[in-house]
């Protein structure tokens, strides 16, 4: 199960720390990725991280403003998010899954979904 946190409304050029929290007690197993929706859009892709963290992996319209990390004792993955734009507004969501490098960035390879965090930029 995962549950994420720390969405609200925040101004352009602002920051948030999103967080996500999992059940369960092989989280270090499971690559976590965070993907978001803007109303009337598709489900999109934002960043990944592997198992122990060495390895991560954005979309081109977050890189350099975005930074996923994970704390495995804590069971958590966050995304800090740094100069937000009015078009980061969109509902966020965790996910977990074993996807190959090459799959990491589609909605379908991961089973395991959290609830969403909503995310409003204001300009």
């Known amino acids: 199960q995962l549950q994420a946190c720390g969405g609200g409304l925040a101004q352009a050029g602002a920051s948030l720390r999103l967080s996500c929290a999992a059940s369960?007690?092989?989280?270090?197993?499971?690559?976590m990725g965070w993907f978001r929706q803007a109303p009337g859009k598709e489900r999109e892709f934002v960043a990944a991280?592997?198992?122990?963290?060495?390895?991560?992996y954005y979309a081109d319209s977050v890189k350099g403003r975005f930074t996923i990390s994970r704390d495995n004792a804590k069971n958590t993955v966050y995304l800090q998010m740094n100069s937000l734009k009015p078009e980061d507004t969109a509902v966020y969501y965790c996910s977990a899954g074993v996807p190959p490098t090459s799959s990491l960035r589609y909605v379908t390879s991961y089973p395991y979904w959290g609830q969403g965090t909503l995310v409003t930029v204001s300009s």
């Open positions: 991280i592997t198992g122990n963290g060495g390895s991560t």
């Open positions: 369960g007690r092989t989280f270090s197993g499971y690559r």
